[in-house]
């Protein structure tokens, strides 16, 4: 069984950065990909941003040049880094770790995150 314990969440100021962190139980080395979702009350969950064991990166079109995402395997932890944060970002992030072997997806349990304007 694959923990992911987030941290990193809190309320922020609009125009203010934060940073998620997603630290995973087992060595990444062994995830394919990883990232982060968010859900607003009343909202689906919707992708954020995600990370290849490679390295390559995919965001939404909402965080692009805002958020980097970046994944440390030597500490089996990946990052979230939110800047230029805006109200409509507030949501309750969660982390996500897709193994292509099995095909299975382990999810966090959510960090909340709340944009003042």
């Known amino acids: 069984q694959v923990q992911l314990v987030e941290s990193g969440g809190g309320l922020v100021q609009a125009g203010g950065s934060l940073r998620l962190s997603c630290a995973a139980s087992i060595s990444t080395f062994s995830i394919n990909d990883m990232g982060w979702y968010r859900q607003a009350p009343g909202k689906p969950r919707d992708l954020v941003a995600t990370v290849t064991r490679g390295g390559s990166t995919n965001y939404a079109d909402s965080v692009k040049g805002r958020f980097t995402i970046s994944r440390d395997n030597t500490k089996n932890t990946v990052y979230l880094q939110m800047n230029s944060l805006k109200p409509e970002d507030t949501a309750v992030y969660y982390c996500?770790?897709?193994?292509?072997?099995?095909?299975?997806?382990?999810w966090g349990q959510g960090t909340q995150v709340t944009v003042s304007s």
């Open positions: 996500y770790a897709y193994f292509g072997w099995n095909r299975e997806t382990y």
